[in-house]
Each structure stands twice: as structure tokens, then as C-alpha cells.
């Protein structure tokens, strides 16, 4: 089973240079999951809404159209869906979608960035932490899968200029302990763990000053999972040959 995330910052877009096509012919995806794609399914061309073979789920923004929003694509029909947290500050903005299957609830997560702001910030660690409660409850039913844009980069390893950015939402350190603290309770980083000395392994570039021409990014997306379940991962894998995104999409193959 192939698992796939990414954070492809607007969905509709990927329609206009072929980009939606050749994901799917080239990652081949039992299941994917894609973070910022902002529009509602109405908005939706048919193949995107419903691609052939595979059943959709959708969480949209309820604050602000063309903003956030999730989507889950699966060939495997789920047991049951769950659409956010149960949390309304943070269900409204269409950040989570959850498929239960018959060995692992999968969540797919568009975690909000930090900045604009301290309150914005505040906001971010708050859904850090309402989240990890959330996935702790579901897996004392059975084990948990997560994926997304983390919006944080967790060790030096991980991004192209530590120092430079050791201010900087996104690598802050009350960020980054919050992931420590998602590993400390027993959830894996799975490129980590099967790579745990790979530099300049990146999913997110600036497109404005051309960052990925250089290779000068951070890896923000990541494929967790819970402790029970690191013996069925057999590869994570960042896919930086994908274009049609300032992400490029990460992988996992069960």
C-alpha cells in the first residue's frame, strides 16, 4: 500500500499545466492526501472531484473562501470519516480530515503556520496540542497515521540554513518541542527513522526567489506513525522530482 501527502497550495491549479494528471501517473497512490487546496468540491473540475477508482472526502475553510482546506482520495473504501477535531476555532478552517480503515485511523492535517503574528502563533501551538490529544484517544482504538504540511521543521538536518532562521516561525523552539514531544509519547518520523542521516532532503521550497533551482528549503511534510505500526513501513520517501507546487509530495509504502 502506497500512501501519498502533499501540500499541492491550491488544488485547481494543478489542472491548468497537466500537473493532476501526471501526480497520479507517476506516484500511483492507493491512497492520497492533499493540504491547502483551497476550494470546496464544488469548485471542482469532475476528475478531481471524483478520479476514477477512487472515493473522495473533503474539508473546506468556513471562514475565508480560496483558503486552507483538505482533501482525502482513497481506493479503499474507509470505514468511517471524520471531518476536524470536534474544536470549532479549528474546525472552521478546514484543516483535518480522518479515515478510519480496518487496521488504522489515517489523518490527513494541513497544520496552520505561525506567522502574522503572536497571536497567530499562539493559535498554531494551540492546535498542536489539541491535535496530539485528539490522535491519542482515537489510538487507544487502533493505531494512528498522520500526515501533512507540520509547518515546522524539527532538527538542523532539516532545513537548508538552521542559524539563519533559528527566529523564524517555522523553526522556533517551542515548534520544534512540540514534535519532540509527538515523538517522547510514541509516534515516528518515518523518513527519520529510515533515514536518519539524510541532509538536504527537503519538501518546500520559496518560489519567489527560486529556492528549489539551489536546494535551499525545509522539509515541513512529514508521515507519522504510531508506534505499533513501524514495522510495517518499508519505505518514506520524499518525491522533490513532482512538480506543480512549492511542496513537493512524501510518501510512505506499507
Known amino acids: 500500500m502506497r500512501i501519498v501527502s502533499w501540500n499541492v497550495n491550491g488544488l485547481r491549479s494543478l489542472a491548468k499545466n497537466d500537473y493532476w494528471q501526471d501526480f497520479l501517473k507517476t506516484m500511483k497512490p492507493d491512497i492520497f492526501c492533499l ?3 483551497k476550494a470546496s468540491p464544488e469548485q ?3 476528475d478531481m472531484l471524483s478520479p476514477a477508482g477512487y472515493s473522495a472526502f473533503f474539508s473546506s475553510s468556513q471562514t475565508r473562501k480560496g483558503y486552507s482546506g483538505v482533501a482525502l ?6 470505514l468511517s ?3 476536524g477535531m470536534g474544536i470549532k476555532e479549528f474546525d472552521q478552517e478546514g484543516r483535518i480530515v480522518g479515515a478510519e ?7 490527513n492535517v494541513y497544520f496552520p503556520n505561525g506567522g502574522m503574528g503572536p497571536e497567530r ?4 501551538l494551540r492546535f498542536y496540542d489539541s491535535f496530539l490529544a485528539f490522535i491519542e484517544k482515537l489510538r487507544k482504538k487502533k493505531p494512528i497515521i498522520f500526515c501533512g504540511d507540520v509547518n515546522t521543521a524539527h532538527e538542523e538536518i532539516d532545513l537548508a540554513r538552521p542559524k539563519e532562521n533559528e527566529g523564524n516561525t517555522g523553526f522556533l523552539s517551542e515548534e520544534r518541542a512540540w514534535i519532540d514531544e509527538v515523538i517522547n509519547v510514541g509516534y515516528v518520523d518515518t523518513f527519520r527513522h529510515l533515514h536518519p542521516h539524510q541532509a538536504e532532503a527537503y519538501s518546500y521550497w520559496d ?4 529556492a528549489r533551482d539551489r536546494n535551499v528549503g525545509w522539509r515541513l511534510d512529514y508521515f507519522f506513525v504510531s508506534s505499533e505500526l513501524v514495522g510495517k513501513i518499508k519505505k518514506a ?3 522533490s522530482r513532482v512538480y506543480g507546487s512549492d511542496h513537493c509530495p512524501v510518501s510512505i509504502t506499507l
Open 73 to 78: 482520495y482513497s481506493k479503499i473504501e474507509p
Open 237 to 239: 520517501e520524499i518525491n
Open 121 to 124: 502563533l499562539d493559535y498554531k
Open 207 to 210: 518560489m519567489q526567489t527560486r
Open 35 to 37: 493540504q491547502e487546496t
Open 44 to 46: 471542482l473540475p469532475e
Open 81 to 83: 470519516v471524520t471531518y
Open 101 to 107: 480503515f480496518d487496521d488504522f485511523w489515517l489523518l
